[in-house]
């Protein structure tokens, strides 16, 4: 059908748009489509177009618009209500409690575009594999992302065994990455190379859990049904650093 590729065209430029990847395609809101380049929530049709690498794009897109100061304007409100009768996320995330780190803000996503499932350390349980083979397998995410953060309290905490209550438990998962972390500086929660550094490896050790553990998303991701990757959010500048685990 001739009329249907300017459509489909107009629908992800609308997406783009909507996500704020592409900034400067204001002039694609003209003429009597314009209403439709405003689109709140992200919807299945527009998800289906997306592949887990485009929708790593667009969110490396997003921090960038984050970290320069350039924020898509968010009307939370509408995206409130586009969202409310169903949800259609990209991605899941697993990410840290830390206060500073809130994906969601610092990938410039609107409500709807991710689940987003958060742990001091991101580390992984049965319950979070449960929620991603939920995002993936049920609710139809591609792309599974694992995000870290510099300067982590439960890094930290794992480096110097810090024992208290349940949190003695939840290091002990975390544990492992300090011990594998290659780095013959001064392996201590003071020097934050080191720190980071052992951030990253948990990341790396994670996802290589994610896949040991949860034949769901493993056969996904051998499919190329998804992606698993990992990503470090840097406090100090706002960037985060991508990366395949
Ligand atoms: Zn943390």
Redesign the pocket.
């Known amino acids: 059908m001739c009329s249907e590729q300017p459509v489909h065209r107009l629908h992800r430029r609308s997406f783009l748009k909507a996500s704020g990847a592409l900034t400067a395609m204001t002039f694609v809101s003209s003429g009597p489509l314009s209403s439709i380049a405003h689109a709140d929530a992200l919807t299945k049709a527009q998800r289906a177009k997306l592949s887990p690498d485009d929708i790593l794009a667009l969110m490396k897109k997003g921090n960038r618009r984050f970290y320069t100061g350039k924020r898509e304007d968010h009307n939370f409100l509408a995206q409130q209500r586009a969202s409310a009768k169903g949800q259609y996320p990209a991605a899941v995330l697993l990410t840290?409690?830390?206060s500073r780190?809130p994906a969601e803000t610092i990938l410039d996503l609107r409500i709807g575009d991710i689940f987003n499932s958060r742990v001091?350390?991101?580390v992984e349980n049965s319950d979070i594999l449960g929620s991603m083979e939920f995002a993936c397998k049920l609710a139809g995410a591609k792309v599974v992302l694992v995000m870290?953060?510099t300067a982590?309290?439960?890094?930290k905490g794992a480096i110097d065994n810090a024992e208290l209550g349940n949190l003695s438990g939840l290091l002990a998962k975390i544990k492992p990455a300090v011990a594998a972390t290659t780095y013959t500086g001064e392996r201590t929660s003071k020097n934050y190379a080191f720190v980071d550094a052992v951030a990253r490896k948990n990341v790396e050790l994670t996802i290589a859990d994610i896949r040991k553990d949860s034949p769901v998303l493993a056969e996904m991701e051998t499919q190329r049904a998804i992606k698993i990757a990992g990503a470090m959010y840097n406090l100090e500048t706002g960037v985060v650093d991508f990366f395949v685990g």
Not at 152 to 155: D, M, R, V
């Open positions: 840290c409690i830390d780190a001091a350390g991101n870290g953060h982590c309290g439960a890094i």
